[in-house]
């Protein structure tokens, strides 16, 4: 990286955080803004010690908390914030890779102005906010548009009184994925335009009709951690979780039942089970729900059995497990992204009614806004008015529908239509590239701002290092331009003093408000900055009482999705890695294997293996999807998971712009989708397509091997009923051969020669030995920690190129084997591989330079300065968590450098940036080991279990991964690592893992 | 040589007389013609293309190669075991043949040494091509530094390096002293720079009794030191998968299997280079045919024993009852690399089969096209005992495919480029067939008498 760090720049990072910094290991408060040399150092910045700075993760609604880690001045991995309500110190894949973001290389480095040749040149701020004060001048201020994605705080705020001011009511607020349907189904259940929160924690009974909760729906970290509460097995209990869904998403792979109804009969598979309890009368249903009662008559099991292709009987049988309760169901996801969705929704929210869960496992009034109250239709709206030249000026901030808007809006189009484009994109997207002026917005680490996922609940973001480029934050910009513009502009945001007011300033007025609203009584200062140490001020909001407007059954009349004889049905679905589109230029999401299929770089299209073979299709084939709309060509993936009358893609990847690592990769599948909005305001993520082989084909970019498990018990699980009985480690069962005498009395005095081993050397235990207990019934397989690995160690990206070939660096694998299918219910099961840390490591001594050894505290300790690369120890690692170094992804201007400036501002000081022809593997992160016995050192203490968490246990959403201390007796790995459940994978090559993993429990009908 | 036994008694007629000898080895010397020539500058032309591709892959990383993990060692450790059992029968047909006295051997021999010596540079290579960090090669070798750093002595593959050194050293020096002889005859026979380098080469040599004694006694006490050599050598070479916990590697019958294989690999690649040589060189009085029959039944038995454990592998992977070797077992003979299995088992164990015939074993284009089908059976070999053990190990998520790639396959090439430049070079300037040791078998001369 010599290239990328000389002497100047890193003294010049030093100092960055210099202004402020007050507390060494909380969270700085102050503005950090000047840059102060070295010569006299500054004495809260100790170089080597990192400072963390709390605020709050922008990649989706949720609103999760974050502590930024910065060393030397710039920001190098998040953290899960643990004060922060919703996230409880846990982050997700995408929030692991927002850093990348920040650093991106084809971030807008500065402001840009389309010339008369259509191309952008570099001007300056002043210049650009003059152009936008010069194109605002005269302008009839209903002519101005803004167009924000999810903004709810004081920049929504700011946006609405700036337009305001200019006489404009046009503040647009749009996501790709709006819950529209939901919400208009609450408004005819029950007159609320709002979305309740569901109380995952409470319900032992969770049903889902295709809302993917564990990926993209609402809030996926806070559902994951209550998920697990209640379905994790814990103490012989545990819940159970049935998902409706045509395709098995991630979280139907958490389900302990996949009920692939067809698409668009999950709405019917609802009212049925409705039926069934009102029928039955198997719950308190409150009384008003009699209304339903002649919209139920024609949803009998039978019926909806015959829609949904799925058993009657099991339809009754889910009823009455689902009135057992406490349960929730659930709409959302997949599952209303259909033309009639908002039928579904409210099918669901009836079966929640009759099942007397409103209140109290779905709460309203908590507010949760997980896309800001945005529609689809406001866009359409917003279209309509350009193309009508309604709209003169128009303002783009962290919205791209010309990319992930149906694309028969044709956005582009409509935009050519208005005379001046404003886009404050922090990236060049397509939209970014059809604008006539970028004003660059700060990452959401430099900026000044605040977020509120839902009512009560106030984030804030705090600038956490110096811009890495000539930026500036759009909030500043309004105001600069108000200045620039005069007027009532003016007047109102920049007052007497020209220079003072600033987008903080404006932000800390607001604050003041938010102050009184939370009844705190301390000096503004000392609430700010508490707010800021803690990311933000909550309170719990008061659950409002919902009952059933008249006419309410009216929304139940449903119109079943039916494709036309001989089409499939395409469903088009967010990917939990790249969203909408927006990761698609984070090298790390691209590279990071989804979680359902193992791709990565780029889209597919998910077909069942009849319906494949019915086509004439193999895997890798490249297919054109025609649906009335558009055609895409895509590569196939054929998976089992899925209808045969039902073909899957992702969304988020075919970039035409939106930098190097997005663009021109997969297709778009919005290019499917029809643009006219539905009944309920949405989109139709359904389309009704054909396919066709074009008699290419490629090698597929996915990081899985095999999908079976080869009976090797390494992904193990046993039915809830075998667990409360005792009956643990079903999988040996299966080891049919019974062991012969002989055999057994050799095994018996080998053992006894462990056993006198145990009295000296290693075997004794007396040191400490670092182990990992991982539990496969709260994992979920979202793949949080692997990006949280990237992050942590330096993994570099290799490129779709040589995942082809298997040559990813990924430390941390979460492999996801298939059992069943056919004739049996499919079943997925994850198990996260990691480096097991061998106790009789079958790497270390076929190292002919001790490059691998073993640490005295048992690890396997991996020195990369002595390696020379013979790969011996991959070879002879049976786990296969060993990694190469094929090339040089460090070295600049090699083919496949991964850390183009500034990205390598992320790189771990604490960690070494391997070379080439080196082996590199997971050492339980032993730089956070010895980090924190240097601290406990320092200070004196013993160190205590639960002071080290590795990456991966860091941001696990679930926390299904505990590290600690194996010979202590009292610490949680322990007392993990001996419950009856738990095993090592690969028990029988007598290699002593460190990991143990707990085994699956699936709650299980037993036939 | 004295302690060489005599031949079964030979007419007089057709044999050569001593002065025939000399005239006829030496005569292997002369001039190149064209065709010499057109074949050097073939091999280094590919010699060359072998060299661009290595700095290609020491320039770019060891990525340029087609390693797919968890193939982690692919063409490079291939072409090593496949060089260093090339080697072996060169060894054996010297060193322990000479023990034995079995007088067939001095007729092929030399031919066999220079192999020998040849291939193991060869295979001498392929460790340090295939590592990470070829810069840091020396690390694999003990030597006392200030770092206080050690070499494993654990490690199958340090013992290799001493095997592979130890090779070298004691067949380099057992070819060089058997040469002095023969040396110090050309010596007096050639003008130019050539006889400087034989002036040098010869160490001396006057032919005196004390010389020849003393001669004697380093020749056999250096055969008696190289035979276990052919043994050891490519046990050691075998734990480097043996001694692995990799199924389909973890078998105790790899030594003897690993032996046999490098024993009838060596025979073939003996064949394939003495049937052009004898041919181009006009031996075919020296090289006779039943010199090929005794190689080709040597073929026969080592080609049955390698078939032998191909069966025995096959029936442990069944009778240890473990399913994940039986699973690797399987998929060695039709998994994705069923091509290969097949391609060796048919060429080595099928093929062989046709030498029980007499007619065949005295049939000089068949054993050379049998000999070609044996290299490639026994390349293959160990490509699919390396890659498909790897491609398919414990972890089902973690299997893949591997495909060499140009670097791969111009690399091996071009490791065949450099083992024939030598032996083209070696053939020009030194007697490819022993003088010394074929005059020994040719029975007393009456009427003339023995010159040089």
Redesign the interface.
Known sequence: MSDGMNRRKFLKVLGVTGGGAAALAGCSTDHVEKLIPYLVPVEDQIPGIATYYASTCRECAAGCGVHVKVREGRAIKLEGNPDNPINQGRLCTRAQTALQGTYNPDRMQGPMAKGADGTFKPISWDDAIAKVATALDGVSGDKVWFLTGNERGSFAELVDEWLRALGSSHHVTWEAFSYEAARYANRALFGLDALPTYAMDQAKYVLSFGADFLETWHSPIEYAREFTASHAFQNGKMGRFVHVEPRMSLTGMNADEWLPAAAGSEGAVALAMANVIMGEKLSATPADARRFEDALKEYTPEAAAARSGLDADTIRRVAREFAAGPSVALPGGVGTQHPDAHATAAAVMVLNYVAGNIGKTVVFGAGATPAGGSAYTDLVNLVEAMNAGRVQVLFVHGANPVFAAPQALKVADALGKVKFKVSFARFMDETAADCDLILPDHDPYEQWNDFEPRDGVHLLQQPVMQPVFTTRQTGDVLIDVAREVGGTLQKQFAPASPDAATYKDYLQGRWKTIQRTVGNHDPFDTFWRNALKQGGVWSTPRAQPVRLVSGAAQVLATAPWAPPKGKLTLIAYPSSTVYDGRGANRPWLQEMPDPVTKMTWGSWVEIHPETAEHLGIAEGDIVDITSEIGTVRVQVYVYPGLRPDVVAMPTGQGHTAYGRYAKDRGANVFALLDAKATVFGGVSHYAAVTLEGTGDHVRLAKA?????????G?AQAITLAAATKGDYRAWEAQEA?PIPERVKAQQESWQEHVDRGKDYGPYKLETTRWGMSIDLSKCTGCSACVTACFAENNLPVVGPD?VR???QMHWM?I???FEGGGDKPLEARFVP?LCQQCGNA?CE??????AAYHTPDGLNGQVYN???????C???C???VR??????YSKKG???FAWPEPMNWLLNPDVTVRG????EKCTFCIQRIRGAQHEAKLKGVPLKDGDILTACQQTCPTEAIVFGNLTDPGSRVSLLSEQRRGYKV?EG?NTKPAVTYLEKVRNVVEA | MATTAHPEPATQQGQPSYHDVTRDIAATLGNPGRGYFILMAFVLTVLAAGIIALLVQIR????EA?????V??GVYITSFVFWVGIAHSGTLISAILYLFRSAWRTAVYRTAEAMTVFAVMTAGLF?LI?????W??Y??IPYPNQRG????F?????WD?FAVSTYFTVSATFLFVGLVPDIAAVRDHVTGWRKKLYRITGLGWRGTDQQWRHFGKAYLYLAALATPLVLSVHSVVSW?FA????PGWHETIFAPYFVAGAIYSGVAMVVTLLVPMRKAFKLERYIRLEHFDNLAKLMLLTGMIVGYSYVVEWFMAWYS?N??ER?SAFYRQFGSYWWGAWTMNICNCLLPLFLWFKKVRNSIPALFVLSLFVNLGMWMERFIIIVSS?AH????????HYTPSWVDWTILAGSFAWFFMWFLLFAKNFPTVSIVEVKEIIPFPRKERARA
Request: glycine share 8%; net charge positive; with cysteine.
């Open positions: 899985e091997g095999g999908t079976r498990q080869l009976d090797r390494i051969a040589l070939q298997h040559r694998r492999e996801r084997y591989m079958p001594p076929v190292c002919p330079v001790f002595r390696c020379v690369g013979t790969r011996y991959s070879n002879n049976p786990y296969k990694y190469f170094n094929w090339f040089d090699d083919p496949y080439k022809g080196v082996m690969l090559l | 770019y990383g060891l990525g087609g390693y797919e993990p968890p982690m060692w460790p295939h590592i990470g960090r070829i840091y090669f690390w694999l750093l050690w070499v494993n654990k490690s199958p593959l340090l390096v480097d001694m692995s916990i990799v009852g399913a994940v699973a790897l190990e414990y972890e089902p998520y973690w299997m893949h």
